[in-house]
Structures are given as structure tokens and as C-alpha cells.
């Protein structure tokens, strides 16, 4: 699985973003995924995730009532809204894909990142 993830950007606090991972192969419809995020000098975090069928969620306290995870399995494609963005929003994002919850165990497939800067 190939995961290409897009959408970041310079964004001012308060305002919004959605990225996309868009995924290749057809295994990635069964497959967990998720959100994670690193801005410099922390930790890795995983923000979102979501179950093969989008009927199991998890968030971050960091994210929850802000963020949104979902995906579409006919496109082969998830998403994070990001709603009432805040300065310390800005990192790296990057979405996963594997075989088992991301919260508990790194995944096995990584996109490349994308930045997104929350900033006046």
C-alpha cells in the first residue's frame, strides 16, 4: 500500500483545513487507518483514527470536537478535517494505513507528510 497524503498548509488560528491520504491497491479498504502528527521537539502523536468500515473512531483529546476522521473505500481515499485550528495544531501530518489499530501499534504504512502551520 502506497499512501499519499495532501492538503496541508498556512492556515490562521480559528480557521480550517482538510487533508487527504489517497491510497493505491485495494487492500487498503480493509485495512485501519489513521493520523498522526509531529511537530519539532515533541513527540508523535496519533490524532485519528478509524476502523476498515468507519464505524469505529478514536481521537486524541488534543482533537476531539475539532477533528473529523473519515474515509471513502470507493475512492480509496480518508480525510481529517480540521476545524478551529490553533497554533499548536502546527506539524507534520501524516496518514497510516495498517492491518491492526493504529493507537496501539505503529502502522505499517506511512505517507510522506504534509505540513500544515497554524499562524496569524
Known amino acids: 500500500v502506497q499512501l499519499q497524503a495532501s492538503g496541508g498548509g498556512l492556515v490562521q488560528p480559528g480557521g480550517s483545513l482538510t487533508l487527504s491520504c489517497a491510497a493505491s491497491?485495494?487492500?487498503?479498504?480493509?485495512?485501519?487507518m489513521g493520523w498522526f502528527r509531529q511537530a519539532p521537539g515533541k513527540e508523535r502523536e496519533c490524532v485519528a483514527a478509524i476502523s476498515w468500515s468507519g464505524g469505529t473512531t478514536y481521537y486524541a483529546d488534543s482533537a476531539k470536537g475539532r477533528f473529523a476522521i473519515s474515509r471513502d473505500n470507493a475512492k480509496n481515499t480518508g480525510y481529517l478535517q480540521m476545524n478551529s485550528l490553533k497554533p499548536e495544531d502546527t506539524a507534520v501530518y501524516y496518514c497510516t494505513a495498517g492491518s491492526v489499530w493504529p493507537v496501539t501499534v505503529e502502522p505499517g504504512y506511512w505517507g510522506q507528510g504534509t505540513q500544515v502551520t497554524v499562524s496569524s
Open positions: 491497491g485495494n487492500r487498503f479498504t480493509l485495512m485501519y
